[in-house]
């Protein structure tokens, strides 16, 4: 069973993304910002991580950049966010996916499915 | 969640208020209604801040007295609405009876209200006005709520600003068109002391002074004399002294030194006086010139508001009123010709046929502001029969930046027998100039004949040895050549083609410059030019050179109007734009959480309900109406600034044939027929795909509506080589648009169908806006409408590989690039911060 890390600081929307995921067969993990995905990332492995940007704490784009400095482990990443408007950005930047938040998860789970295959 | 809602609901509303065609006062009534209903406060208010920034008043307000409106006003720092617009920091208050700002200000009137809250409306750091609500009850307002009434007074800000724009510019836009009017008038009579009387009195309600003294300087006697008196002189005494020596009173000053002189504080300011002069309390005296030379003075004395109360002049009735005289001098003077003109005409009866002509000629200049027609009079008066009688004339105008002359029109038959049936065509006819110049001008009657032609391609550098044009410039004086081939001061490449074999020059002299030549000759009946006709040529030019002068100062001001008229539109959409997509964007990242939350689960329910459930119905419309907020935000976004188009080379076409195909089912289902006229040798050009996609989404969405019931949609793309653009056009037939709102259509949210957003022309107008590009639409009302945009095929600055090279905020991860374009707070933080250094 693949583990997917869902980093989200809406309690709601981790719920959602975690009981969608979780009747797909994956296993889920959540945590609320970068710290926490941190202390995740430092006793386990997940095979691919959800990622939004905008959050308290430690945001998307800081953790992105740690995960991506750690070479040794190479994590695919989906960015999930509200903005649409930096999807260029991040296309350039890493080879993974940018979705933007959408009431219908169909897109994400694509994507998921693309990147574990 | 709740609060967020209702937050974008009321900002809906408000942006769409805010770009209402409604009048800033009935805007900003509809604004506190809004508030008070959505908010549950008793009483709403806006104040304004008035001109000067220290007072506001009250300007739009619900659940107070109505006579209080306009009735109110405050001084900033006074009471808690002072207070916040002192501070520019919003405000809650529990108990406003006990509120310590209320101590030294008995604000009767609040006391019925027990709470309030209260923001400032702030633009670019300005405090522009205040907002206010109260409740009856006692309230405890939220930080929640300070916060939405702050938004809702940035939403406002934008259309506050733009409503007092627009006043100042109508106002300036105004005095723009009293001048052109009064040059109009001054120039279409030439009484000379109708004109005069016209100066004083125009001068005197222009400005809003009392009178208005007009001095001329007689030549002989070096007098100010009084010609004409405008507006309340108190007694007699005052114009007992009608002369003035030159450096006598204010006149006599002002017309020695040439300067204007604004006294304001009369009769403290005493020195220079007379003391007729010191009964007034303000004065303002201007120079009358004509080439550098007094001709004159003009005074106007005091100055009054409209309710009639004595106010200072200032440096814009001194600007205003120097334009005035300035026009005034230079008709005064062309009118003293006149009136030398006539009594040369009544002295000398044997030249009496000669001078009627020029007089009709002269009027026919000065009452002629059309600058290509006026030249054509010129000419026309050149070879008038009865006039000055020559067989043919070029007119040749100096271009001051490339420093040649250059032809503009030759007046003159083709060949002899044309020449012939003309002239005899005029004898038998017996026509005067007036009647001739009528029948020149009803269209049809001209063609462009081949000296005209010819005549047109003339161009000379105005150097010496270039030939005689050239040195009739820089000499300022007129030519008689009598043999052409062995003058060696003829040039002759540029006169052969003409068949000049004798002729003569002369120059045409405005404002002691030398602005154009006028060349004639007498191919057909080659009758001698003698020395007489070059003299008569030369008074005449001296007129023509004056009225060009005219033509040339009124259709400056023509032009000055109507860039100023362009402008302010402009202006005005822009920063409504611009407004607008701050605050959309904000909002919308807001709103889009908790609406992908419900959505979510909604789905999810929706899974799990089976069909024969009756509540499936329930969520499938949450699921629906879910889905069509995220719509709207996505456009609202879409509009949003940080949108900058990301360029790369792209084919239009394909972009077309894309947008196309998403519209292909739809299209085929209404009836549409659809027509492609896509030109050969259309080049790739640079664009952001995506957003030049949306535009052509949105055109046809747009005409797919108008043509529900059938139609033809025609789409249309070429290249235009010299302007370097791609030319698109999407037309339809679905009916147009209607006259009274077509000029609303490119404004955001204004639609006209019960599903729509009305942004998509919004978008696509800023779109190609960014792209350096145009959209216009041309209206058929009745037919259907031709949206036609143009894209610049390469941008000046910005592809995004130019930009990566440029950019500071660059950084490489695993060996990749980043790029980012600084718009959102956070990028824009790594940027600046621990992540600029560049990682391996
Ligand atoms: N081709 C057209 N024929 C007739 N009317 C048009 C046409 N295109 C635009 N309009 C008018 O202009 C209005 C504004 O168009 P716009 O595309 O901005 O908004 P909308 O179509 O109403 O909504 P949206 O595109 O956001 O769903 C329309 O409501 C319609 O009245
Ligand atoms: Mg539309």
């Given at each position: 069973?693949?583990?997917v890390?869902i980093?989200?600081?809406?309690?709601n929307?981790?719920i959602?993304?975690?009981?969608?995921?979780?009747?797909?067969?994956?296993?889920?993990?959540?945590?609320?910002?970068?710290?926490?995905?941190?202390?995740?990332?430092?006793?386990?492995?997940?095979?691919?991580?959800?990622?939004d940007?905008?959050?308290?704490?430690?945001?998307?784009?800081?953790?992105?950049?740690?995960?991506?400095?750690?070479?040794?482990?190479?994590?695919?990443?989906i960015?999930?966010?509200?903005?649409?408007e930096?999807?260029?950005d991040?296309?350039l930047?890493?080879s993974?996916?940018?979705?933007?938040k959408?009431?219908?998860?169909?897109k994400?789970?694509?994507?998921?499915?693309r990147?574990?295959? | 969640?709740?609060?967020?809602?209702?937050?974008?609901?009321i900002?809906?509303d408000?942006?769409?208020?805010?770009n209402?065609?409604?009048?800033?006062?009935?805007?900003?009534?509809?604004?506190?209604?809004?508030?008070?209903?959505?908010?549950?406060v008793?009483?709403?208010?806006?104040?304004?801040?008035?001109?000067?920034?220290?007072?506001l008043s009250?300007?739009?307000?619900v659940?107070?007295?109505?006579?209080m409106?306009?009735g109110?006003?405050?001084?900033?720092?006074?009471?808690?609405?002072?207070?916040?617009?002192?501070?520019?920091?919003?405000?809650?208050?529990l108990?406003i009876?006990?509120d310590?700002?209320?101590?030294?200000?008995?604000?009767?009137?609040?006391?019925?209200?027990r709470?309030?809250?209260?923001?400032?409306?702030?633009?670019l750091?300005k405090?522009?006005g205040?907002i206010?609500?109260?409740?009856?009850?006692?309230?405890?307002?939220?930080?929640?709520?300070?916060?939405l009434?702050?938004?809702?007074a940035?939403?406002m800000?934008?259309?506050?600003?733009?409503?007092?724009?627009?006043l100042d510019?109508?106002?300036?836009?105004e005095e723009?068109v009293?001048?052109?009017?009064?040059?109009k008038?001054l120039?279409s009579t030439?009484?000379?002391?109708?004109?005069?009387?016209?100066?004083?009195?125009?001068?005197?309600?222009?400005?809003?002074?009392?009178?208005?003294?007009?001095?001329?300087?007689?030549v002989k006697d070096?007098?100010?004399?009084v010609?004409?008196m405008y507006g309340?002189?108190k007694?007699p005494?005052?114009?007992?002294?009608?002369q003035l020596?030159?450096?006598?009173?204010?006149?006599?000053?002002?017309a020695?030194?040439?300067?204007?002189?604004?006294?304001?504080?009369?009769?403290?300011?005493?020195?220079?006086?007379?003391?007729?002069?010191?009964?007034?309390?303000?004065?303002l005296?201007?120079?009358?010139?004509?080439k550098?030379?007094?001709?004159?003075?003009?005074?106007?004395h005091?100055?009054?508001?409209?309710?009639?109360?004595?106010?200072?002049?200032?440096?814009?009735?001194?600007?205003?009123?120097?334009?005035?005289?300035?026009?005034?001098?230079?008709?005064?003077?062309?009118?003293?010709?006149?009136?030398?003109?006539?009594?040369?005409?009544?002295?000398?009866?044997?030249?009496?046929?000669?001078?009627?002509?020029?007089?009709?000629i002269?009027?026919?200049?000065?009452?002629?502001?059309?600058?290509?027609?006026?030249l054509?009079?010129?000419?026309?008066?050149?070879?008038?029969?009865g006039?000055?009688?020559f067989?043919?004339?070029?007119?040749?105008?100096?271009?001051?930046?490339?420093?040649?002359?250059?032809?503009?029109?030759?007046?003159g038959?083709?060949?002899?027998?044309?020449?012939?049936?003309?002239?005899?065509?005029?004898?038998?006819?017996?026509?005067?100039?007036k009647?001739?110049?009528?029948?020149?001008?009803?269209?049809g009657?001209?063609?462009?004949?081949?000296?005209?032609q010819?005549?047109k391609?003339?161009?000379?550098?105005?150097?010496?040895?270039?030939?005689?044009?050239?040195?009739?410039?820089?000499?300022?004086k007129?030519?008689?050549?009598?043999?052409?081939?062995?003058?060696?001061r003829?040039?002759?490449?540029?006169?052969?083609k003409?068949?000049f074999?004798?002729?003569?020059?002369v120059?045409?002299?405005s404002?002691?410059?030398?602005?154009?030549?006028?060349?004639?000759?007498?191919?057909?009946?080659?009758?001698?030019?003698?020395?007489?006709?070059?003299?008569?040529l030369?008074?005449?030019?001296?007129?023509?050179?004056?009225?060009?002068?005219?033509?040339?100062?009124?259709s400056d001001?023509?032009?000055?109007?109507r860039?100023?008229?362009?402008l302010?539109?402009?202006?005005?959409?822009?920063?409504?734009?611009a407004?607008?997509?701050?605050?959309a964007?904000?909002?919308?990242?807001?709103?889009?959480?908790?609406?992908?939350?419900?959505?979510?689960?909604?789905?999810?329910l929706?899974?799990?309900?089976?069909?024969?459930?009756?509540?499936?119905?329930?969520?499938?419309?949450i699921?629906?109406?879910?889905?069509?907020l995220?719509?709207?935000?996505?456009?609202v976004?879409?509009f949003?600034r940080s949108a900058?188009?990301?360029?790369?080379?792209c084919?239009?076409?394909?972009l077309?044939?894309?947008?196309l195909?998403?519209?292909?089912?739809?299209?085929?289902e209404?009836?549409?027929e659809?027509i492609r006229?896509?030109?050969?040798?259309?080049?790739?050009?640079?664009?952001?795909?995506?957003?030049?996609?949306?535009?052509?989404i949105n055109?046809f969405?747009?005409?797919?509506?108008?043509?529900?019931?059938?139609?033809?949609l025609?789409?249309g793309?070429?290249?235009?080589a010299?302007?370097?653009?791609?030319?698109?056009y999407?037309?339809?037939?679905?009916?147009?648009?209607?006259?009274?709102?077509?000029?609303?259509?490119?404004n955001p949210?204004?639609?006209?169908?019960?599903?729509?957003t009305?942004?998509?022309?919004?978008i696509?107008?800023?779109?190609?806006?960014?792209?350096?590009?145009?959209?216009?639409?041309?209206?058929?009302p009745?037919?259907?409408?031709?949206?036609t945009?143009?894209l610049?095929?390469?941008?000046?600055?910005?592809?995004?590989?130019?930009?990566?090279?440029?950019?500071?905020?660059?950084?490489g991860?695993k060996?990749?690039?980043?790029?980012?374009?600084?718009?959102?707070?956070?990028?824009?933080?790594?940027?600046k911060?621990?992540?600029?250094?560049?990682?391996?």
């Amino acid at each position: 069973m693949k583990t997917v890390l869902i980093v989200d600081d809406e309690e709601n929307i981790r719920i959602l993304y975690k009981e969608e995921l979780a009747d797909e067969g994956y296993n889920v993990i959540l945590a609320s910002n970068g710290y926490e995905a941190l202390e995740v990332l430092s006793v386990q492995k997940p095979d691919a991580i959800i990622l939004d940007i905008k959050m308290p704490g430690m945001d998307g784009v800081n953790l992105l950049k740690l995960i991506k400095e750690r070479k040794e482990d190479d994590i695919p990443v989906i960015i999930c966010s509200a903005y649409e408007e930096y999807k260029q950005d991040f296309s350039l930047w890493a080879s993974e996916e940018y979705i933007v938040k959408s009431s219908d998860l169909t897109k994400m789970k694509g994507a998921l499915k693309r990147i574990l295959k | 969640m709740e609060n967020s809602k209702i937050e974008f609901e009321i900002l809906r509303d408000i942006l769409k208020i805010s770009n209402s065609t409604l009048n800033l006062h009935e805007r900003l009534n509809q604004v506190v209604e809004e508030i008070v209903e959505k908010m549950h406060v008793d009483a709403c208010a806006i104040y304004l801040v008035k001109k000067g920034g220290e007072t506001l008043s009250l300007k739009g307000a619900v659940g107070l007295n109505p006579e209080m409106i306009n009735g109110i006003s405050l001084k900033v720092g006074e009471g808690i609405t002072g207070w916040v617009a002192a501070e520019k920091t919003p405000l809650a208050v529990l108990e406003i009876f006990k509120d310590p700002r209320m101590k030294n200000f008995p604000g009767s009137w609040e006391e019925k209200y027990r709470s309030m809250i209260s923001a400032p409306i702030l633009f670019l750091g300005k405090c522009l006005g205040v907002i206010n609500a109260w409740t009856i009850e006692e309230k405890a307002f939220t930080t929640d709520d300070l916060h939405l009434l702050s938004s809702i007074a940035d939403g406002m800000s934008g259309s506050i600003r733009n409503a007092q724009l627009y006043l100042d510019a109508t106002k300036q836009y105004e005095e723009l068109v009293s001048l052109y009017d009064i040059s109009k008038m001054l120039n279409s009579t030439l009484e000379l002391q109708e004109l005069i009387g016209m100066v004083t009195r125009k001068s005197t309600e222009f400005i809003g002074a009392s009178g208005c003294m007009l001095h001329i300087l007689d030549v002989k006697d070096n007098l100010l004399k009084v010609k004409s008196m405008y507006g309340l002189y108190k007694s007699p005494e005052e114009i007992s002294r009608t002369q003035l020596r030159l450096g006598e009173g204010v006149a006599g000053q002002v017309a020695i030194k040439a300067i204007p002189m604004m006294i304001n504080n009369l009769p403290e300011e005493s020195e220079h006086l007379l003391p007729m002069e010191k009964i007034f309390s303000s004065l303002l005296c201007i120079p009358m010139t004509v080439k550098d030379r007094v001709i004159g003075t003009l005074t106007l004395h005091d100055k009054k508001d409209a309710s009639g109360l004595l106010v200072p002049f200032d440096k814009d009735d001194m600007n205003l009123l120097m334009a005035l005289a300035s026009q005034g001098a230079l008709v005064l003077e062309n009118a003293w010709n006149y009136e030398r003109a006539e009594r040369l005409f009544q002295e000398n009866a044997q030249k009496a046929n000669d001078f009627a002509i020029l007089y009709e000629i002269s009027n026919a200049m000065n009452t002629t502001m059309n600058l290509d027609q006026l030249l054509k009079i010129i000419l026309k008066a050149v070879t008038f029969g009865g006039g000055l009688n020559f067989n043919r004339s070029i007119l040749l105008l100096v271009n001051e930046k490339t420093n040649t002359l250059q032809g503009m029109l030759g007046v003159g038959p083709d060949s002899g027998e044309d020449a012939f049936r003309i002239w005899t065509e005029i004898g038998s006819k017996k026509m005067s100039f007036k009647e001739w110049i009528a029948s020149v001008n009803a269209s049809g009657q001209e063609r462009t004949s081949r000296f005209d032609q010819l005549a047109k391609g003339i161009r000379v550098p105005i150097e010496y040895g270039k030939g005689v044009l050239a040195l009739t410039v820089l000499e300022k004086k007129g030519f008689n050549i009598r043999n052409i081939q062995e003058d060696p001061r003829v040039n002759p490449d540029v006169l052969k083609k003409l068949e000049f074999e004798s002729f003569a020059t002369v120059p045409l002299i405005s404002q002691d410059r030398v602005i154009g030549v006028i060349v004639v000759d007498n191919l057909y009946n080659k009758r001698e030019i003698t020395d007489k006709d070059l003299r008569r040529l030369e008074l005449f030019a001296s007129q023509a050179g004056l009225a060009i002068e005219n033509a040339k100062v009124y259709s400056d001001l023509e032009k000055a109007t109507r860039s100023i008229r362009e402008l302010q539109d402009r202006l005005i959409q822009s920063e409504k734009m611009a407004a607008l997509g701050e605050m959309a964007a904000s909002i919308a990242h807001e709103i889009r959480n908790p609406l992908v939350s419900i959505g979510g689960f909604a789905r999810r329910l929706d899974s799990k309900l089976d069909a024969s459930n009756p509540e499936k119905r329930y969520s499938r419309i949450i699921v629906k109406e879910v889905g069509r907020l995220e719509k709207v935000l996505q456009e609202v976004l879409a509009f949003s600034r940080s949108a900058e188009p990301l360029f790369s080379e792209c084919s239009v076409i394909t972009l077309l044939e894309e947008a196309l195909e998403v519209y292909e089912e739809s299209f085929s289902e209404c009836g549409i027929e659809v027509i492609r006229d896509f030109h050969e040798g259309v080049p790739n050009i640079h664009v952001d795909s995506n957003q030049i996609k949306q535009v052509f989404i949105n055109l046809f969405s747009n005409a797919q509506h108008a043509m529900s019931k059938g139609g033809r949609l025609t789409v249309g793309c070429e290249y235009k080589a010299v302007e370097g653009e791609a030319m698109i056009y999407v037309s339809d037939t679905g009916g147009g648009i209607s006259e009274d709102v077509i000029t609303n259509i490119f404004n955001p949210f204004f639609t006209t169908k019960h599903t729509g957003t009305g942004l998509g022309l919004a978008i696509s107008h800023r779109v190609v806006d960014m792209h350096g590009g145009d959209i216009l639409v041309k209206n058929e009302p009745g037919v259907g409408v031709t949206f036609t945009i143009s894209l610049p095929a390469r941008q000046k600055r910005g592809g995004i590989s130019e930009e990566m090279d440029l950019s500071a905020a660059r950084t490489g991860v695993k060996g990749k690039e980043v790029h980012y374009r600084g718009q959102g707070d956070f990028l824009n933080g790594m940027g600046k911060g621990e992540g600029s250094e560049s990682i391996p």
